[in-house]
């Protein structure tokens, strides 16, 4: 079975914004595969809620809970929701992508919505449901080696699905014993030879949702200096395309976007799964240098 992108957002309880304390009461998902918005929340009367603001008036969540669902649902009638047997055109996957951004800009809210994010999953079934343990019940979540697996499936899935995967070799290790990488899908020339030199483009994989912000910059630094390192030794190939998992929590997004800014200042090329145009255009090859 196919695996589809998700892009996410978690549903935020923020009642006092001068202290930015909050606690996270749903998730949103959109699916641009099946063009199908979801969402998930808490009861009104969650104890959770309760634990973290005892002495608020719990009638100040349901009615506000409740609002934002009658607001949600009225918003997901716009989607296809499984009646249609034929795949979503582009228009419709533009216009939902623009609803979802939309939805999500920051608010001044007592419910407002984290910076969004994206993963690959079996289904947008499974994914809002791990997604709610994830931010809601805070159980936990799918390792980084997990999420990269999935971020290269789901390439693996795009490269079929455009006719480049013939293209393409797998896990490809680049460099000497001193500095190298090992690269998910690499793109040689035609002249036979399997080294760096004829290396065209190479795609990494790489999942930025770490367990704190600390993480991140561990992490992501740590491949900023070792493709700086393979750069000064002529051991990057000619496009390297890091395909990041980003996180959505805002201390953690902050550090995954410097890190993405850091990458991209070594001249490669950072995206996300979401940018589904670009990864085609990127990841094209002609037959004549392949």
């Known amino acids: 079975m ?4 998700i892009n996410y957002a978690a549903v935020r309880f923020l009642p006092y914004r001068e202290t930015d304390e909050f ?4 998730v949103i998902i959109y699916c ?8 998930k929340l808490v009861k009104g009367k969650s104890t959770r809620v309760r634990r973290f603001f005892p002495e608020l008036n719990k009638d100040v969540l ?11 649902v009225r918003l997901r009638k716009n989607f296809d929701l499984g009646e249609s047997d034929n795949p979503p055109t582009a228009d419709e996957v533009l216009r939902g992508m623009q609803v979802f951004r939309e939805l999500v800009q920051p608010r001044e809210s007592i419910l407002h919505f984290s ?3 994206s993963l690959v999953a079996e289904s947008w079934e499974k994914a809002l449901e791990e997604l709610y343990d994830r931010y809601v019940d805070r159980r936990i979540a799918s390792t980084p080696q997990e999420q990269e697996r999935r ?3 789901r390439l693996d899935s795009l490269f079929k699905e455009w006719h480049f995967r013939e293209f393409y070799l797998t896990n490809r290790k680049l460099g000497d014993s001193e500095a190298h990488a090992t690269w998910n899908l690499v793109s040689f020339d035609q002249s036979g030879e399997r080294n760096i ?8 994989a790489l999942s930025l949702d770490r367990d704190d912000a600390s993480d991140v910059y561990f992490v992501g630094d740590a491949w900023i200096k070792r493709v700086e390192r393979l750069q000064a030794r002529g051991f990057l190939p000619k496009q390297a395309i890091f395909t990041l998992q980003m996180p959505s929590d805002g201390s953690k997004r902050k550090a995954a976007d410097e890190i993405k800014k850091g990458l991209e ?3 490669v090329i950072a995206v996300t799964l979401d940018e589904t145009d670009r990864i085609r255009i990127l990841a094209e090859v002609s037959p004549k240098t392949a």
């Open 197 to 204: 030199q004829s290396a065209v483009k190479a795609f990494k």
């Open 62 to 72: 349901f009615k506000s809970l409740d609002s934002l669902k009658n607001g949600l």
């Open 151 to 153: 971020i290269q499936q």
């Open 115 to 117: 910076q969004p994010g």
């Open 265 to 267: 200042q070594t001249k």
């Open 23 to 26: 606690v996270n009461v749903g």
């Open 2 to 5: 196919s695996e589809v992108v």
């Open 32 to 39: 641009p595969e099946e063009d199908r918005f979801e969402f």
